[in-house]
Each structure stands twice: as structure tokens, then as C-alpha cells.
């Protein structure tokens, strides 16, 4: 087989990719397809499948794949190019379900709220801590990044969040984390500090709705557990 005949063959087969995607929508192709296809967009003379397939054996899945920083795909062996493709891609998709949670009372749309967390932090592999902001009528305001750790820890104090929750004018507060070992059970740590966080907001005005804590195999929300 000549050089033209093995780029028709890749060619034809990203065609076929397309017609499916395009066809019968996104469930249609594989975990390795998407990826294989994203990164032919942007290294259209290549056959991108062997690299897909071993990215996600790398990474674990497509999850950990989209959430790795741009570094980490370039070490990966990823052009910048392709890098930044991966991060427009889940870019996008964030910015899809933050959509059904922005300007919306999140009590009532718990749901989209879980889904968006999850894509966001699930696969982190440090953790991150973020305090949504919410108004009287339990409408988001703001979704803050507070802290970004070590892949076991993070610096979280109780007395710049109740600050900034005075500042911002929020009524109530919902914690979020995640844990990269993938296990949402929350620790001891986690259960005092949200206790800390709640007494000292409520002589404020400020309640601790509930605190979530994702990771990998599932969430758990404190409030749910009984443990606020």
C-alpha cells in the first residue's frame, strides 16, 4: 500500500465518523472515537486512532483526559494545538451545564447542579475547593474557586469565606469539593470545618446550605448525611 492509498483509507474512515456523528448524534461513536476525531481536526493528515486509544489508557477515561491541564497533555505527547483542542472541548461542555444552573433557583435544579460539579471536579487530580454564593431567593450569584491544593489537601479559612459571603451580600452558601483519591466519603476535617463555617455565618445572616463533595465513584452531600 502506497502513502496516498493510507491516507484515502484515514480519510474515508474519518468520513464515516463524521456521518455518524453527524447522523445519529453523540452517543453514536465510542470514547476513543471523539477523541480520535478531535484530534483529526487539528492533525487532519494523521491517523489519530492508536494516539486516542492511548490517551485514554493513559488518563484512565474521557473525564480525566478533558480535566488534565494543558501540561499535562503536552507531556502526554499532544501538540499545543491538540492540547487546546482537548481544553476547548471540555470548555464547552462545562460552559453547557453551568448554563442550566446560572440565574436559577439551584434548590429546584439540584440535579443540573450535581452534573456540573461532577464534570468539573470529578477528575481533578488536586483538590479544589469552590463556595457557590447564593441570594435570598437561592439563586447563584457567584461560584468561586477559594482553593486549589496539594492531591490530598487543601487551605480552606473560615474567616475569608464568611467575608467574602458579607461582601458579595450572599444569604446562603453550598461548599463543594472534590477528593482526587476518587472516594466522596467525607473525612472528619470535612465535617468540622463545615460545622465551623455554618456557626460562624449564622449570627450573619449567612446559612451553610449544604456541603458536596465529589469525586470519581460518586458524591455525597453532608446535608443529605445528616451531618449539618
Do not use: C
Amino acid at each position: 500500500m502506497n502513502m496516498n492509498d493510507s491516507g484515502s483509507d484515514a480519510s474515508g474512515h474519518r468520513a464515516r465518523l463524521r456521518q455518524r456523528l453527524l447522523g445519529q448524534g453523540p452517543d453514536a461513536l465510542l470514547d476513543h472515537e471523539l477523541v480520535e476525531y478531535l484530534l483529526a481536526l487539528v492533525t487532519p493528515r494523521r491517523d489519530t486512532k492508536p494516539q486516542a486509544r492511548a490517551l485514554l489508557a493513559e488518563f484512565g477515561g474521557l473525564g480525566a483526559l478533558f480535566a488534565a491541564d494543558g501540561e499535562t497533555l503536552i507531556k502526554a505527547g499532544l501538540s499545543e494545538t491538540a492540547a487546546a483542542a482537548i481544553k476547548v472541548a471540555e470548555a464547552s461542555a462545562l460552559r453547557m451545564l453551568k448554563s442550566e444552573v446560572i440565574d436559577r433557583p439551584v434548590l429546584s435544579g439540584w440535579q443540573a447542579l450535581i452534573d456540573y460539579l461532577r464534570a468539573d471536579m470529578a477528575h481533578r487530580p488536586i483538590e479544589r475547593v469552590r463556595v457557590l454564593h447564593l441570594n435570598s431567593k437561592n439563586i447563584l450569584i457567584r461560584d468561586e474557586l477559594v482553593s486549589e491544593g496539594s492531591i490530598d489537601q487543601a487551605a480552606v479559612y473560615v474567616r475569608e469565606v464568611i467575608r467574602r459571603a458579607i461582601q458579595l451580600g450572599s444569604t446562603a452558601l453550598i461548599l463543594v469539593h472534590n477528593h482526587p483519591s476518587g472516594d466522596p466519603s467525607p473525612s472528619k476535617q470535612d465535617i468540622d470545618l463545615t460545622r465551623e463555617i455554618a456557626l460562624a455565618g449564622k449570627p450573619l445572616g449567612v446559612a451553610v446550605h449544604d456541603h458536596i463533595i465529589v469525586g470519581q465513584r460518586g458524591h455525597q452531600s453532608l446535608r443529605s448525611m445528616g451531618l449539618i
